[in-house]
Nanobody, 122 residues
């Protein structure tokens, strides 16, 4: 059974940094693409970043240059380093996995975590 568990969320001031993590279990050694999505209050869930097994990355325009996605295959973990945080980054951050290529559509992701709250104060 596949399980994705996010951690590391919290409250941070604008301009600060935070790293959220995703621990994956139950994924086979297939080459899963991992992604981060977020959902702010009253808004739809949106793509943040994606990372293929080969190291290709894709970022939403709103986070380019500020966020970095990475993974540690030995630990079955994925990370999102968030720098220069803004109040508009406040959201629940979800980790997801898909067996296909990096995609910004949440419909294409097979597995989801429950999310971790990130709050950026002004």
């Amino acid at each position: 059974q596949v399980q994705l568990v996010e951690s590391g969320g919290g409250l941070v001031q604008a301009g600060g940094s935070l790293r959220v993590s995703c621990a994956a279990s139950g994924l086979t050694r297939s080459r899963y693409v991992m992604g981060w999505f977020r959902q702010a209050p009253g808004k739809e869930r949106e793509f943040v970043a994606g990372l293929s097994w080969s190291g290709d990355t894709q970022y939403a325009d709103s986070v380019k240059g500020r966020f970095t996605i990475s993974r540690d295959n030995a630990k079955n973990s994925m990370y999102l380093q968030m720098n220069s945080l803004k109040p508009e980054d406040t959201a629940i951050y979800y980790c997801a996995a898909t067996r296909f290529r990096i995609t910004t559509s949440q419909k294409d992701y097979d597995y989801w975590g429950r999310g971790t709250q990130v709050t950026v104060s002004s």
